[in-house]
C-alpha cells in the first residue's frame, strides 16, 4: 500500500493521545470542540473563566467519549492564570499538542438587544475588555503555550475567528422593526477588529515557530443557529449561500484536521466554514 493511500485512510486524522487545551472551552462552541478533540481520540483541555462549567463540560465529554480530560479555571487576560494553566496541564497530563484560542466576548442576538451596543455610545472599558479576551488572551496563550510546544519540536495552534474577521457585519441583521433609528441594536465595533486581528496573529505565529515544528492557523466561522427569533433566521440565510446558519457541530471537522497530522503542511491558512456567504 501506497504512503499517500495510508493518508487518506484515516490515521493521519487521529488524535489519539494528544493533549489539546480549548479556551473558553465552557461555551457554546468550546464544549463542541471539545467534544470533537475527543471523538478523535485527543484529550481535551476545558480552560475557561467559568471553572464549575468547564468542570462539568469536562466530565460530561469524559463520560461521553470515555478519553481523559480536564477542566481548568483560567482568565486568558491574566498571564498569571495562563501559566497557571499550563502548569495544571503539565501536571496532569505531561505534553500539550494543541492550543485552540477560542475565548471571546461574542454578544449574541438571543441574549437580546440589550447585549448589542451602538458605536456612538460604546464604552472605551467595554472596548478595552474585549480587546483583553479576544486578542490579548490569545496573545498570552500562544506565547505560554507556544514557547513549549516550539521547545518540543511540534505543535499546533488553531485560532477561532469569525466571518465578521473577514467581512463587516451587515447591521441590517440585527434591526428591530419600529425601533428608532438611533436605538436600533448593533453588532459590536470590538468584534471585527478582534476577530481580523485574531488571523493576523495567525500569519505571524505561522512563521515564527515554523523552523520549530509548530503550525498556526485560523478557522473562519459563520454565524451559528442557537434559538435565535425565525425572523432573524430567515433573514441570515438569506444572505448565505447555502441558506442556513451554520450548526454547532459545522466546524468540529476543520477542527480535526487542523489539529492532526493530515493537515501536516497547512500553515498561516484561514479555513472559513461558512456556507459561503462571505462569497457573496
Ligand atoms: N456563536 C457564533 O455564532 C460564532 C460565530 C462565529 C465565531 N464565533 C466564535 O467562536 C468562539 C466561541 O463562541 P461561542 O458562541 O461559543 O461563545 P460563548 O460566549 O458561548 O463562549 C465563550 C466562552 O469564553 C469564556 N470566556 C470569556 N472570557 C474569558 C476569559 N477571560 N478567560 C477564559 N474564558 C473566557 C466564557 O466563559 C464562555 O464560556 C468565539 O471566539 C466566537 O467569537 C462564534
Known amino acids: 500500500m ?9 490515521a493521519d486524522f487521529s488524535l489519539a493521545g494528544r ?13 463542541r470542540h471539545a467534544e470533537a478533540i475527543a471523538a478523535a481520540g485527543g484529550t481535551p483541555v476545558i480552560a475557561d473563566r467559568r471553572g ?19 477542566g481548568v479555571a483560567t482568565d486568558v487576560t491574566s498571564e498569571t492564570s495562563v501559566r497557571a494553566l499550563f502548569d495544571a496541564v503539565m501536571l496532569r497530563f505531561g505534553r500539550v499538542d494543541a492550543l485552540v484560542n477560542n475565548a471571546a466576548n461574542n454578544p449574541k442576538v438571543e441574549d437580546g438587544a440589550s447585549a448589542f451596543s451602538r458605536l456612538e455610545d460604546f464604552p472605551l472599558e467595554q472596548w478595552t475588555a474585549d480587546l483583553a479576551v479576544g486578542l490579548t ?36 441583521l440585527y434591526a428591530v422593526e419600529g425601533m428608532p433609528e438611533n436605538q436600533q441594536p448593533k453588532k459590536p465595533v470590538s468584534y471585527t477588529p478582534v476577530k481580523a486581528g485574531l488571523h493576523g496573529l495567525t500569519l505571524y505565529l505561522a512563521t515564527y515557530w515554523a523552523d520549530r515544528g509548530v503550525r498556526a492557523n485560523t478557522i473562519t466561522l459563520g454565524g451559528v443557529e442557537n434559538g435565535q427569533p425565525a425572523e432573524f433566521l430567515a433573514r ?7 441558506a442556513r446558519m451554520a450548526q454547532p457541530t459545522d466546524f468540529q471537522g476543520a ?4 489539529c ?20 457573496w
Not at 236 to 242: G, H, N, S, Y
Open 2 to 10: 501506497s504512503d499517500s493511500t495510508d493518508r487518506v485512510r484515516g
Open 19 to 31: 493533549v489539546v487545551v480549548i479556551t473558553g472551552g465552557a461555551g457554546l462552541l468550546g464544549t
Open 52 to 70: 464549575g462549567e468547564a468542570d462539568a463540560v469536562a466530565a460530561s465529554v469524559a463520560t461521553a467519549f470515555g478519553v481523559p480530560t480536564l
Open 137 to 172: 488572551g490569545a496573545f498570552l496563550c500562544a506565547k505560554v503555550f507556544g514557547t513549549a510546544m516550539a521547545a518540543q519540536g511540534h505543535g499546533v495552534i488553531v485560532n477561532i475567528s469569525s466571518e465578521y474577521g473577514i467581512i463587516a457585519p451587515d447591521q441590517r
Open 236 to 242: 441570515a440565510a438569506q444572505r448565505i449561500p447555502m
Open 255 to 258: 477542527l480535526v484536521w487542523l
Open 260 to 279: 492532526s497530522d493530515a493537515s501536516s503542511f497547512v500553515n498561516g491558512a484561514n479555513v472559513v466554514v461558512d456556507g459561503g456567504k462571505s462569497v
